[in-house]
């Protein structure tokens, strides 16, 4: 009885190391799937997402004001690039009451994905 509990013991615990040995390979070729993908993605194409998400925006607490128009939005082409797995698209927000300068990371597998950071 206790050779087929150390053969089950053994085979449970193969199975473990095949599922975790699967699980790294599967998550190494999404990160060289994402960043290939990037190698693909014209930055104006991220701009382009930035843009319409930020005219879109229903809920604009993160930037502070009621709506965002095309007027009041500055986007920084000169320093616009690429980092890893992410678009990084600097931008300025005009404002009655000043500016503020934000960064949008887009990413590159999916151009919907964004996240805005306050500079």
Known sequence: MSQDLKVGALAVLGVFFL???INAYSKKQSAINEISSCATINTSNAVFNVEGDLLGRHDTSLFGEEFITLDSILFHNETI???????????????????SEYEAEVRCSDLNIIKYIKL
């Open 81 to 99: 690039g690429k980092q890893g797995t992410r678009v990084i698209v600097p931008f300025t927000l005009i404002r009655s009451q000043g500016q």
């Open 19 to 21: 599922l975790g040995g």
